[in-house]
């Protein structure tokens, strides 16, 4: 049974910083790609970024590319998106993934059924 918990959500103010965290657990974390998405109100949840299973590739959407840094700690079976220089676009509840299969392109995700709770990202002017 996957379970994947995301913290690290908060208020801060456009241009600040935030580090989102996802632990995950009942797969191998080590087998699969990882991915970050983001639903603001009233909009489709939208795919935020990818990190391959090994951590040495990344790819992110257009609107936060050189903003925001994925990575993650393996040993610790931890997922993490560092945002910096947030804007109030970027106000969203934030959720991290795992891709359904091994393999694939980061460029197309294809993540669970199966969605945590999220955690709230709020960036104010």
């Known amino acids: 049974q996957v379970q994947l918990v995301e913290s690290g959500g908060g208020l801060v103010q456009a241009g600040g910083s935030l580090r989102l965290s996802c632990a995950a657990s009942?797969?191998?974390?080590?087998?699969?790609?990882m991915y970050w998405f983001r639903q603001a109100p009233g909009k489709e949840r939208e795919f935020v970024a990818a990190?391959?299973?090994?951590?040495?590739?990344?790819y992110y959407a257009d609107s936060v590319k050189g903003r925001f840094t994925i990575f993650r700690n393996n040993a610790k079976n931890t997922l993490y998106l560092q945002m910096n220089s947030l804007k109030l676009e970027d106000t969203a509840v934030y959720f991290c993934n795992q891709r359904r299969t091994t393999g694939g392109t980061l460029a197309s995700p294809v993540p669970l059924d199966y969605w945590g709770q999220g955690t709230q990202v709020t960036v104010s002017s």
């Open positions: 990190i391959s299973w090994d951590g040495g590739s990344t």
């Open positions: 009942g797969r191998t974390f080590t087998a699969y790609t």
